[in-house]
């Protein structure tokens, strides 16, 4: 069974950092793109970020450009989405999810991050 | 970067009835290997989004077959022949043909 569990969110002050982890599971993780989505208050989607499965390529929204980073450990099967200079419209819950077939096709559960001092 | 929209905002339906929802990008997502990048999800209430809908048209596995994508280039639409009490929640269409991948800003559907 795919399981992806997303984990490391929390309350931070505007310009401080976050480090989200998304443990996977249940399929061959080395052999797909990853991808973090936001959901905002209002349940809004936002795409923030998608890795290659051997982080050679990635891509950011321009509004997270130059502060968020996306890596991951294959031989951990753990995807990784380290943010800094944390502003109050990063807030919403973060999901990783799995990419295949042209589609997220699995979604994890989400970790929340509020920015706020 | 590609927009999207989705029309309508909100949809009351009734059961056994059917329901459409529209999406259009602001270029086309057909990319030259033939393949429409244009997906469609459904978020149930409490939950996180699944999959319903990938490359246009294809059904992903598990969905019921009350549900179904057309559309090619800019516009697509996705179906639901009988509506039933469990498809209730958000729908969002979203782009995959290029960064920065991009969301509808949904539909919500809820029983009359």
Request: charged share 15%; net charge neutral; aromatic share 6%.
């Given at each position: 069974e795919v399981q992806l569990v997303e984990s490391g969110g929390g309350l931070v002050q505007p310009g401080g950092s976050l480090r989200l982890s998304c443990a996977a599971s249940g399929f061959t993780f080395s052999s797909h793109w990853m991808h973090w989505v936001r959901q905002v208050p209002g349940k809004r989607l936002v795409w923030v970020s998608r890795i290659n499965s051997d982080a050679t390529e990635r891509d950011y929204a321009d509004s997270v450009k130059g502060r968020f980073t996306i890596s991951r450990d294959n031989s951990q099967n753990t995807l990784y989405l380290h943010m800094f200079s944390l502003r109050a419209e990063d807030t919403g819950l973060y999901y990783c999810a799995r990419h295949s077939m042209g589609a997220l096709d699995f979604w994890g559960q989400g970790t929340v991050v509020t920015v706020s001092s | 970067d590609i927009v999207m929209t989705q029309s309508p905002g909100s949809l009351p339906v009734t059961p056994g009835e059917p329901a459409s929802i529209s999406c259009r990008s602001t270029?086309?997502?057909?990319h030259s290997n033939g393949h429409t990048y244009l997906d469609w999800y459904l978020q149930k209430p409490g939950q996180s989004p699944q999959l319903?809908?990938?490359?246009?048209?294809h059904r992903a596995s598990?969905?019921?077959?009350?549900f179904s994508g057309s559309g090619s280039g800019t516009d697509f639409t996705l179906k639901i022949s009988r509506v039933e009490a469990e498809d209730v929640g958000l729908y969002y269409c979203m782009q995959t043909l290029q960064a920065p991948h991009t969301f509808g800003p949904g539909t919500k559907v809820d029983i009359k």
């Open positions: - | 270029q086309s997502l057909l319903l809908i990938y490359l246009g048209s598990g969905v019921p077959d009350r």
